[in-house]
């Protein structure tokens, strides 16, 4: 186990990469903190050559920084407000998180794209964009290079969605009820769901961003079935393959354990909540995560090759346009099914 004084020197690299991150992030909040983090990082790791004393701390932030980032996430989720209020948009949010694993899965084997890019990609625009993309990461034991070609490729469609989804939802002249249930199932992270909420309600004097949000932090809890059912085939493959010198498959060495206290901090938040205690120390948590997040990408960035990352990422942009429109036409097409539209 490294000490905490080998990795103290790239710890605090990673916080000095993120604080202008976080600036900027807040600045330009439809791009986001992380993309501006792993492009700082990629800028200065063509100057950062000798790695001597921050190798052990980057790689510490990329990987359990990152992990304590998604158990932290949990304190933003209030499991009863959010069955309460995102029950109605289940069916949506399970058809599009369907059909977008479903069309990563096979473009992956059609075109030979690298799994893990597949992978990420897939649970990046259908869950929740940077933070699926962070608890799926370590399950799958992706590559830094591979994380920021699909968070660059999420930041895309991002952008797209919160430019284009409010002027096609007048055009298909959705109810605010029906946007907010579109934002929500069909644009891939938090800060672009309430950029195309917030533009949709300064048309119409509508209050569709709370519903958006709550159908999004819906969409979040999937990243507990979904990493355990990843981390779950992952072991069997390496078991299958004589891997780590493992013969038989191995439940409890597969069971991300970051996830499990993701749950439980979500289950401590409910139950303070529903005390009525003051819940601010877990708005706190909350940013801190958003941080550690921040923190990680800008040590993924430092890891990262830019100019390999432009060379290799035109299939990777192609698959999350696939994933994107396929799940935007499955959301219309299931409020219509159900009636909502």
């Not at 797209?160 to 891939?188: K, W």
């Not at 999937?222 to 191995?250: E, H, M, V, W």
């Amino acid at each position: 186990m490294m000490t905490i004084e080998k990795k103290l020197p790239g710890i605090m690299f990673c916080v000095i990469l993120a604080l202008p991150a976080w600036f900027l992030g807040n600045l330009f909040p439809l791009v986001g903190a992380p993309v501006f983090a792993i492009l700082l990082g990629m800028v200065m790791g063509n100057f950062h050559n000798n790695r001597t004393q921050t190798t052990d701390g980057i790689a510490f932030t990329s990987k359990y920084i990152l992990q304590a980032a998604v158990v932290l996430l949990g304190f933003g989720l209030n499991l009863t407000q959010v069955f309460k209020v995102g029950t109605q948009s289940l069916p949506i949010i399970i058809s599009t998180i369907a059909v977008s694993l479903v069309v990563a899965f096979l473009l992956q084997k059609w075109l030979k794209l690298d799994s893990n890019i597949a992978i990420l990609v897939g649970v990046g625009s259908s869950i929740c964009g940077g933070s699926a993309i962070a608890a799926t990461a370590p399950v799958i034991k992706a590559k830094d290079e591979e994380v920021a070609k699909s968070i660059s490729v999420i930041f895309l469609f991002n952008i797209l969605a919160a430019l284009i989804f409010p002027t096609l939802g007048e055009l298909l002249h959705l109810s605010n009820q029906g946007f907010a249930l579109f934002a929500g199932t069909a644009v891939n992270d938090t800060s672009s769901v309430t950029a195309t909420a917030t533009a949709w309600d300064a048309v119409h004097g509508s209050n569709t961003l709370d519903g958006a949000t709550i159908v999004k932090l819906t969409r979040t809890l999937a990243i507990i079935p979904i990493t355990l059912g990843l981390s779950i085939y992952k072991a069997y493959q390496d078991s299958k393959n004589g891997r780590a010198n493992q013969t038989t498959f191995q439940l409890k060495k597969a069971f991300p354990m970051f996830i499990l206290y993701f749950l439980l901090a979500s289950i401590v938040t409910t139950i303070v909540s529903g005390l009525g205690i003051d819940t601010v120390i877990f708005d706190n948590l909350k940013t801190l995560s958003k941080f550690f997040i921040v923190m990680a990408m800008g040590a993924i960035g430092l890891n990262t090759n830019p100019i390999k990352l432009i060379k290799t990422g035109g299939q990777a942009i192609g698959l999350g346009a696939t994933c994107w429109i396929a799940i935007t036409c499955v959301s219309l097409w299931m409020q219509h099914l159900l009636g909502i539209w």
